[in-house]
Structure formats: C-alpha cells, structure tokens
C-alpha cells in the first residue's frame, strides 16, 4: 500500500491502483476498465477482484494489509515453501538465455494463456496485443461502414415513402379537380336543360295565349257577324237601303274601336297619372341616401383633421362609426338580413358580384356588413359617371370607391383585399324592370378572376326594386337620353320600407383553360338562380309593404 496515493480520481472515472491514470467507469459500466487492464498492464484475469481493490478506502486497504501481516494467513494461489514447483521468475528470465527450466505445468499453462488475446466481439483468438488492437479497429471501422449503409438504405425507404406518398397526394387532387370539374360541367347542363325547360313553357305558353287570342278574335269576330246580320234584318223591315245599312255597321264598328282605345288609353294614362304622382310625394327618397352619403364624408373629415391619433386609425375609426351608422338604418328601415354571409372569406381575395337596384342601398348595408364582422373594407368598382358627383373625390378617398381598371383590381386581389362590381351597371339599374340579369358584353371581372385564380361571390337582395324605382312611363325616351348622353338622368323615386333580404351565393371557382365568357355565363346563370328562388313573381309596392307589415295589420 502506497502511503502517499491519495486516489481522487475525476467525476465519473476511477484511479487505476496500477498505473493510477483514471479512467472512465460508472457502476454498471465497467468495460473501459476491464479493456484498459488488458491492453495497459497485460492482465487478463480476477479483473473484479483488482476492481473492487480500487474501490475500497484508503482505510479499509490499511486494515487488510495490518491483518496480514500481524496473521500471516496465505491463499491457496501462494505455493508451499518446501515444495519443489516453485520457480524463481526473475531468475528464470535471467538464465532464460543460458539454460532451459522446465516450469511446472500449471505455471506453464497461465503463462500460455496470458499469451492468448481474445476479441469480446467475435471471440477470435490473437498471440500479440497489437493484433488484438488491429483487429478491433478493423471490426470497428467495418461495423462503422455497415452503420452507414444502413443509414443510407433507411433514408433511401423514408425518401421513396415520402415520394410515393406526394405521388398518392397528387393523385388526389388530381381526382378531386376532375370531380369538380364533372360536377360544374354536370350543373351546367341541368342549368342548360332547365333554361331549355322553361323556354319551351314559355313557348307554349305564348303560343296557347297566340290560340286563345284567336279563338277570342273568332268569337269576336263571329259575334259582330252576328250583330251585323241583326241589324242588317231590321233594317230591311223598316225598309232601308243596303248602302244604309252598311253605313250603319261601319259607324257601329268604328264607334267601338274608339271606345276601345279610348278605354286602353285612359287606363295607360291612370297608371301614368299614379305613377308621377308616386314620384311627385317620394322623389326625396334618394337624396336622403345621398344626404346620408355626404353626412359620412363629413364625418370621416372631422376624423381626419381634428383626431390626435394617427391618421390611419383615425380613419379606421371613423369608418367603423359609419358602418355601424349604415347598419342600423338598413335594419331600421328596410329590416335588412343577410343568408349566406359565411360564403364571404374573412380572409384572402374574392370578386363579389351584385345585381344592381336602382339605389345601391342594399350593396352599402353589405359594405357596413363585412366591416362590422371582419373589419375588411371592399373595394368597389364604380361607374364613371360618378365623377359627376359633387364631392366625389371624398366618396373615393374614404370609401375605396373608383372605375379601377382590370389592372388595379387584379393587383387588389392579389394583395388579398376584396373587390365589388355590378357588371349590369346603369343599365341594369335603371332600365330593368323584371329583375333580369343584362350584362351585355361585360367580361372584365371574369377576366381578372382567372387572372388571379380568384373565386367569384354572387349577390341578390329580395325587394331591392320595390324599396327604390325608376320611371316606367316614356322609358324609351329615358332610354334614349341615356345612350345619347351616358348620364343617369331617369327619375327615380321610393324610399319604401320594404323588407330587403341579401342572399350571398356559394363561390364559384374558375377553371382551368375556361374562358372569360364561359365563366361570365356561370356567374350569370348562378345570379339569376338567387332571383329566382328569391324573388316572389307579381311583387308590387303595396304587396312588398304588406309582406312585411302583416304582424300588425
């Protein structure tokens, strides 16, 4: 026992008692130790007995060694003094080279084993240490090279998993585009026949009317034969001549023409009369949206020039007390609903398509609508006869209104904002007078929808007409001023109450290689779908005033 080894070996290791170098070994690990007794100091056996030595205090040691030597006890490996197996190594080794000692078998045997040098991996048998460490490396570095290929062969599989997984993904959508596209082209043939349906209703409508007239016209035709021969008998009884009896008829005749186009007159001239005098008491109605209108410009003025805060939640804020005030007039007066109103992105582009009433009241309560909800403000796009408009350069700065190009909403779109358009424009809505869609030659909003792969929103509002009207009387002579001068000069008066209900239809998604036109017609064919379905048929003012009013006649 050596007194000065102190054996404080660093954390995680163990002080070798042999060489005292430390080396790495924990509780249940101990094969570094072992490896280096073998390689280091040649020992190849009682590797526990060395450990556990190593392990012992300082102390503990002392004690075992007192206890030797004051007993003198010896294990059963020290030989007997008089016994003649006994060899001196050093000796041996010295004479080594001068004479031959025969050593004893059991001495021969551990020196012959001392010379044999395991591998714990493949238990192969090596005569020099070198070998030994040799044939490790090589195990090792072979091991090594195997470790790798099968890295290689794994991220081989996970990349042909992977691959034929994004080949399954694309499969997929390839299949779910087709079935969309078999379902539009599937949807428009029942729109197609449908149409084909109800022209040939109408067809045959028209030409039963077309029968029935003529029968009426026979009839007719058969009574007055009847009245003629009548009188025809009685003048000859009271013996007048044929040519005054014809004379008679012919004024007869003629006297009931005028009479009936008297009657036709008078009843064209009392609907008229209604209708001006309708205009004369509500021609108001408008100017009070326009006054409306200009009371918000003022608003978002007072906002910009006299808030503190920033400009832009300056105006924000300002917007958002106009939404709110637009709300609550559209569902004070008109009693505005929305249906639909999830098929409106909170987030992300969209081309909403409307159909356009003779005042867009319906359309600014859509507007105040997605505010209120997302706080997104849709960019219209607008006639540009609104320019004409006293203070039309505010309406434009603070409520996103402007004739944009197809450029300028395509750039919209692609920043993900919002953007309205009435494709039927003036004409729709001041000269339509059945809530047909007339779109004419309008493809633009379709163009920059499959420019920007954009989906389309389609709205109707029920009533919108029975709230606002246009002249009916001498509409052609509206007509014709409008194509002449391009300015909505046609009267238009109301105002009503009426109860509006905005339906926002589903998306449509334009597909690939549909043309602009193929596209216009499925918007088309999906608006007129909401009036349809929407729209009751014979709505009149007094009708539309009393569906909503009913609870309290």
Same mark, same amino acid.
């Given at each position: $026992?050596?007194?000065?080894?102190?054996?404080?070996?660093?954390?995680?290791?163990?002080?070798?008692?042999?060489?005292?170098?430390?080396?790495?070994?924990?509780?249940?690990?101990?094969?570094?130790?072992?490896?280096?007794?073998?390689?280091?100091?040649?020992?190849?056996?009682?590797?526990?007995?060395?450990?556990?030595?190593?392990?012992?205090?300082?102390? &503990?040691?002392?004690?075992?060694?007192?206890?030797?030597?004051? +007993?003198?006890?010896?294990?059963?490996?020290?030989?007997?003094?008089?016994?003649?197996?006994?060899?001196?190594?050093?000796?041996?080794?010295?004479?080594?080279?001068?004479?031959?000692?025969?050593?004893?078998?059991?001495?021969?045997?551990?020196?012959?084993?001392?010379?044999?040098?395991?591998?714990?991996?493949?238990?192969?048998?090596?005569?020099?240490?070198?070998?030994?460490?040799?044939?490790?490396?090589?195990?090792?570095?072979?091991?090594?090279?195997?470790?790798?290929? /099968?890295?290689?062969?794994?991220?081989?599989?996970?990349?042909? =998993?992977?691959?034929?997984?994004?080949?399954?993904?694309?499969?997929?959508?390839?299949?779910?585009?087709?079935?969309?596209?078999?379902?539009?082209?599937?949807?428009?043939?029942?729109?197609?026949?449908?149409?084909?349906?109800?022209?040939?209703?109408?067809?045959?409508?028209?030409?039963?009317?077309?029968?029935?007239?003529?029968? $009426?016209?026979?009839?007719?035709?058969?009574?007055?034969?009847?009245?003629?021969?009548?009188?025809?008998?009685?003048?000859?009884?009271?013996?007048?001549?044929?040519?005054?009896?014809?004379?008679?008829?012919?004024?007869?005749?003629?006297?009931?023409?005028?009479?009936?186009?008297?009657?036709?007159?008078?009843?064209?001239?009392?609907?008229?009369?209604?209708?001006?005098?309708?205009?004369?008491?509500?021609?108001?109605?408008?100017?009070?949206?326009?006054?409306?209108? &200009?009371?918000?410009?003022?608003?978002?003025?007072?906002?910009?020039?006299?808030?503190?805060?920033?400009?832009?939640?300056?105006?924000?804020?300002?917007?958002?007390?106009?939404?709110?005030?637009?709300? +609550?007039?559209?569902?004070?007066?008109?009693?505005?609903?929305?249906?639909?109103?999830?098929?409106?992105?909170?987030?992300?582009?969209?081309? /909403?398509?409307?159909?356009?009433?003779?005042?867009?009241?319906?359309?600014?309560?859509?507007?105040?609508?997605?505010?209120?909800?997302?706080?997104?403000?849709?960019?219209?796009?607008?006639?540009?006869?609104?320019?004409?408009?006293?203070?039309?350069?505010? /309406?434009?700065?603070?409520?996103?209104?402007?004739?944009? +190009?197809?450029?300028?909403?395509?750039?919209?779109?692609?920043?993900?904002?919002?953007?309205?358009?009435?494709?039927?424009?003036?004409?729709?809505?001041?000269?339509?007078?059945? &809530?047909?869609? &007339?779109?004419?030659?309008?493809?633009?909003?379709?163009?920059?929808?499959?420019?920007?792969?954009?989906?389309?929103?389609?709205?109707?509002?029920?009533?919108? =007409?029975?709230?606002?009207?246009?002249?009916?009387?001498?509409?052609?002579?509206?007509?014709?001023?409008?194509?002449?001068?391009?300015?909505?000069?046609?009267?238009?008066?109301?105002?009503?109450?009426?109860?509006?209900?905005?339906?926002?239809?589903?998306?449509?998604?334009?597909?690939?290689?549909?043309?602009?036109?193929?596209?216009?017609?499925?918007?088309?064919?999906?608006?007129?779908?909401?009036?349809?379905?929407?729209?009751?048929?014979?709505?009149?003012?007094? +009708?539309?005033? /009393?569906?909503?009013?009913?609870?309290?006649?």
């Amino acid at each position: $026992m050596d007194p000065q080894w102190n054996g404080a070996p660093p954390s995680g290791s163990l002080t070798c008692m042999l060489c005292r170098g430390s080396v790495p070994c924990a509780k249940n690990e101990t094969q570094h130790f072992r490896s280096h007794l073998q390689h280091h100091h040649g020992v190849f056996y009682h590797h526990e007995v060395i450990l556990s030595v190593n392990v012992l205090s300082k102390d &503990y040691l002392r004690r075992i060694v007192q206890e030797y030597e004051r +007993s003198g006890d010896k294990s059963e490996l020290v030989g007997e003094e008089d016994s003649q197996d006994v060899v001196e190594l050093e000796e041996t080794t010295e004479n080594a080279s001068n004479s031959s000692v025969i050593l004893p078998t059991r001495v021969k045997d551990i020196i012959e084993e001392a010379k044999v040098h395991n591998c714990r991996s493949c238990n192969a048998k090596f005569g020099k240490l070198g070998d030994l460490i040799e044939h490790v490396n090589e195990y090792t570095a072979d091991d090594k090279r195997e470790q790798e290929n /099968i890295e290689m062969n794994r991220q081989s599989l996970e990349n042909e =998993r992977r691959r034929l997984i994004e080949e399954k993904r694309v499969i997929k959508q390839r299949k779910e585009i087709e079935r969309k596209r078999l379902e539009g082209e599937k949807l428009k043939m029942q729109r197609e026949i449908r149409i084909k349906r109800q022209e040939e209703l109408s067809h045959t409508d028209e030409v039963a009317n077309s029968e029935e007239n003529m029968k $009426m016209d026979v009839d007719k035709r058969n009574v007055m034969n009847e009245i003629n021969a009548r009188n025809r008998t009685e003048a000859r009884k009271e013996g007048l001549s044929f040519e005054s009896t014809e004379k008679v008829l012919l004024t007869n005749s003629l006297l009931n023409s005028s009479k009936t186009r008297a009657t036709s007159l008078l009843k064209h001239c009392k609907s008229a009369l209604l209708e001006i005098l309708l205009w004369y008491f509500t021609w108001l109605g408008p100017f009070n949206l326009l006054l409306l209108i &200009y009371v918000n410009i003022l608003m978002c003025l007072f906002f910009e020039f006299f808030s503190e805060e920033a400009e832009t939640k300056a105006m924000k804020k300002a917007f958002s007390m106009v939404a709110k005030m637009w709300s +609550s007039y559209t569902s004070f007066w008109h009693g505005q609903t929305f249906v639909g109103m999830d098929n409106i992105p909170r987030e992300g582009p969209a081309v /909403i398509v409307w159909y356009h009433g003779p005042m867009p009241v319906d359309y600014l309560g859509l507007i105040a609508e997605v505010f209120n909800r997302d706080g997104r403000v849709i960019n219209s796009v607008v006639d540009r006869c609104l320019s004409n408009v006293p203070g039309s350069g505010y /309406i434009k700065k603070y409520f996103k209104c402007d004739a944009f +190009s197809k450029v300028q909403c395509a750039g919209l779109l692609e920043s993900g904002q919002l953007v309205g358009i009435a494709p039927g424009g003036s004409r729709e809505a001041l000269f339509d007078a059945s &809530y047909g869609v &007339y779109w004419g030659k309008r493809v633009g909003f379709a163009k920059v929808a499959l420019l920007t792969s954009t989906p389309i929103i389609p709205i109707f509002t029920e009533n919108i =007409r029975e709230a606002y009207c246009t002249m009916s009387t001498a509409r052609k002579l509206w007509s014709t001023l409008f194509e002449m001068t391009k300015l909505s000069i046609v009267p238009i008066y109301g105002g009503f109450p009426v109860k509006l209900t905005t339906h926002v239809g589903t998306p449509i998604t334009p597909h690939k290689g549909e043309t602009a036109d193929m596209l216009k017609q499925r918007v088309k064919m999906a608006v007129q779908e909401l009036v349809n379905a929407n729209q009751k048929k014979g709505q009149t003012i007094k +009708s539309a005033l /009393i569906e909503r009013y009913e609870t309290f006649v």
